[in-house]
Nanobody, 119 residues
Framework: QVQLVESGGGLVQPGGSLRLSCAASRSIASIDRMGWYRQAPGQERELVARTSSDGNTNYADSVKGRFTISRDNTKNTVELQMTGLKPEDTAMYYC?????????????WGQGTQVTVSQ
């Protein structure tokens, strides 16, 4: 079990930057994947970026080169640095923790933080 709390969302102009942070209630060192997802109104939740316990990272094609995910196992945090923001990045952003076991993947989610990119 892990509780996740996101922060750092807000309103930003196109081309601007934001840094999202996710704080976990316990050590994340053993959590297989930590990531960020987003969901815009009327759309399905989609993966933005994630980092594995072995250091691998994955990004959605739409954010490659603009977003960077980082994981700090000593502080139990995961951050998403977003640059070159576009209106289409507007969404609720959710932190995710996922662990694998014999029964499959187990997911935990934060409450989300709103990112709005607009003039």
């Amino acid at each position: 079990q892990v509780q996740l709390v996101e922060s750092g969302g807000g309103l930003v102009q196109p081309g601007g930057s934001l840094r999202l942070s996710c704080a976990a209630s316990r050590s994340i060192a053993s959590i297989d994947r930590m990531g960020w997802y987003r969901q815009a109104p009327g759309q399905e939740r989609e993966l933005v970026a994630r980092t594995s316990s072995d250091g691998n990272t994955n990004y959605a094609d739409s954010v490659k080169g603009r977003f960077t995910i980082s994981r700090d196992n000593t502080k139990n945090t995961v951050e998403l640095q977003m640059t070159g923001l576009k209106p289409e990045d507007t969404a609720m952003y959710y932190c995710n923790a996922a662990t694998s076991s014999w029964s499959g993947w187990h997911d935990w989610w934060g409450q989300g933080t709103q990112v709005t990119v607009s003039q």
